[in-house]
C-alpha cells in the first residue's frame, strides 16, 4: 500500500532552518505531483509548498512561504524534501506531506491529493 513518511521536525529558534523530507513507497512517486501542507493548533490545514511530478519544474508556494522555504524532489530516492529557512514563530504547525495523481491548477486544495503522511512537528520558538 501507498506510505508516506514524514521525517527532519523538531524545536527550533527563530530564524532557524530545517529540512524535511517525506519518504514514498508503494506508488511510481515520479508520475506523482507532490506538496506540503501544515495546520497549526486551532486552525484548519493549508497549503504550504508544492512540486509538479514533471522533472519537477512546476513549483508553487503559499505567499507566507515565499523566498524562506523551498520544495524540491529526487525521484532516484523517492523522496520530497521542504527546506525551511528564517523560521518564524508563526511556522509552528504540524507539516504532512501529500501525493496527487492528478496535479493541476488546484495544487493549493487538499482535495486534489490522494495520499497523506501521519505529519511531523516543527516547533519555532522566539
Known amino acids: 500500500q501507498v506510505q508516506l513518511v514524514e521525517s527532519g521536525g523538531g524545536l527550533v529558534q527563530a530564524g532557524s532552518s530545517l529540512r524535511l523530507s517525506c519518504a514514498a513507497s508503494?506508488?511510481?512517486?515520479?508520475?506523482?505531483?507532490m506538496a506540503w501542507f501544515r495546520q497549526a493548533p486551532g486552525k484548519e490545514r493549508e497549503f504550504v509548498a508544492a512540486i509538479g511530478w514533471w522533472s519537477g519544474v512546476a513549483r508553487y508556494y503559499a505567499d507566507s512561504v515565499k523566498g524562506r522555504f523551498t520544495i524540491s524532489r529526487v525521484d532516484a530516492k523517492n523522496t520530497v524534501y521542504l527546506q525551511m529557512n528564517s523560521l518564524k514563530p508563526e511556522d509552528t504547525a504540524v507539516y504532512y506531506c501529500?501525493?496527487?495523481?492528478?496535479?493541476?491548477?488546484?495544487?493549493?486544495?487538499?482535495?486534489?491529493?490522494?495520499?497523506w503522511g501521519q505529519g511531523t512537528q516543527v516547533t519555532v520558538f522566539s
Open positions: 508503494g506508488l511510481t512517486f515520479s508520475r506523482y505531483g
Open positions: 501529500a501525493a496527487s495523481g492528478s496535479l493541476s491548477s488546484t495544487y493549493h486544495s487538499s482535495e486534489s491529493y490522494n495520499y
